[in-house]
């Protein structure tokens, strides 16, 4: 509603958005198997906590870097 009130606000954006978010989900949707769940649930877990770490850590050290 703020961005129909709001004229500065270009809606064609949120429009396009939303639009090309139900697409991807439609095309990464996925059944979901609850014993493939339990067998890779805890490896998607560990492998997503890494990458963040790694992810954050890097740019932890790139802003030190650069503050000086």
């Not at 697409?23 to 490896?43: I, R, S, W």
């Amino acid at each position: 509603m703020l961005g129909v009130a709001t004229p500065a606000i270009d809606n064609a954006a949120h429009i396009g958005g939303v639009l090309g978010g139900f697409f991807a989900a439609l095309m990464l949707a996925e059944v979901f198997d609850p014993m493939h769940f339990k067998k890779y649930g805890t490896l998607r877990l560990a492998a997503t906590i890494l990458v963040a770490t790694i992810t954050l850590a890097s740019l932890w050290g790139f802003i030190s870097l650069h503050k000086a």
